[in-house]
């Protein structure tokens, strides 16, 4: 079995995404104002919602 190399290093504690105040508009309507966020090393993160929601659109 081949093994898979990452290929960004962090630091134990170090961020891996940092997302801070993430505004999104479709033409002038507003759908995300003021979104943060950040991502520590080995942090996962999901969006959940029903069928129909916008899921694939985020």
Known sequence: ???V???LH???GE???DIQNLRKSY???VV???FSMTLQRG???ALLGPNGSG???T
Request: proline share 4%; no cysteine; charged share 40%.
């Open 5 to 7: 190399k990452p290929r």
């Open 43 to 45: 942090e996962v993160v």
């Open 15 to 17: 961020q891996g995404l």
């Open 1 to 3: 079995m081949d093994q």
């Open 32 to 34: 995300i104002r003021d």
């Open 27 to 29: 033409r002038k309507k």
């Open 55 to 57: 899921k694939t659109t």
């Open 10 to 12: 962090l630091a134990a």
